[in-house]
């Protein structure tokens, strides 16, 4: 690369970098009578990505592909805030903040395809993992065949498709976990790989990321969803060595209902459940296959504060699953409303290997 475009890059990357994790602090803190508070820590790093923008104008041709990449990136990421400071001067509601902050994952699928860059790399590393030198060496180097993003069927607006994300170190010599991450109602696949991303790339896991078939997962009348889980399941078995007693069913509200829904059925091929802020009715345990149930291990996650689940709900399925013989880890988070954890990964991951080897 020329000076004039390395020195355009170091330019634009860190505040780019900051403004998508400060995205990621407002959507993990959001809780909406601590909106104004929330944004004020968040700050104002959409300022500096703007002014450093222009910078992008006038690239050699050769070098397209950053440009291209960053340029995507930049403009949903200055969305996102915009979206946000919009209600923050009184125009919008809540459903404005959670549409603001869905430009969040475009702008990390857009910026991916530069991790060819140490801090673009970096960034989707797990927190805790940055400074791994194995870690930063195995993803430095070529990608293995078969690896990285994949969509199937799973534009924006389509149904029942999924995304999904092969570590680029992936080999088929050993078998990998499995992680089947569910979104919340209304949401999609595609953005919802992202809360997974880093900690799957940083961990050694396949994540998938399916698409309900409706609107929102199949919790009432018919089930058109498991059948869907599962050819999904049967379509990434065939092609990657999958760990057959590491299949962990996880989701975010709608979600993580629907992976009690779909996995405490007798006939569930997944081998660890855990929602997170998800709702369950006691009728569920009562309908539940029993002897599914024995020695289950769920991890439950939910937050004191989710305004949406209140956590009196999730206290209580602890009980029932516990009571009913499910090998219960329940995680309740003090400052969490009804948003994703991410920090929860880690542990969730470290609890999947650890079941395994027992």
Known sequence: MSEAVVDDIVAVLPPLLQTLESLSFVARNLNPPDFDRVMQIAGEPEEALQAVRPRLAAWPEKFAHVKTALEAAIEPALSGYAGLRAVQNGDGDLVSVFRALRYLPRAQEALYPLTELP??????????????????????????????????????????????????????????????????????????????????????????????????WALMGEDTDTPNLNRILDQVRTRWTIDETRLLLTGMSDGGTFSYVSGLDGASRFTHLAPVAATFHPLMAEMADAERLRGLPIFITHGRLDWMFPVQTARQTQGLLSAAGAKLIYREIDDLSHTYPREINAEIMQWLNDEQER
């Open 119 to 216: 801090p673009v790399s970096g960034f989707f590393i797990a927190p805790d993992l940055r400074e791994d030198t194995e870690l930063q060496a195995k993803l430095a180097a070529k990608p293995n065949a078969d690896t990285g993003i994949f969509h199937e069927r799973n534009e924006p607006g389509s149904r029942g498709g999924f995304s999904m994300y092969v570590p680029e170190y992936y080999t088929p010599d050993r078998t990998w976990p499995l992680v089947m991450a569910l979104h919340g109602g209304s949401g999609n696949g595609r953005g919802f790989l992202w809360s997974w991303l880093r900690d799957a790339r940083s961990r050694g896991a396949i994540l998938v990321a399916p698409t309900a078939t409706g609107q929102t």
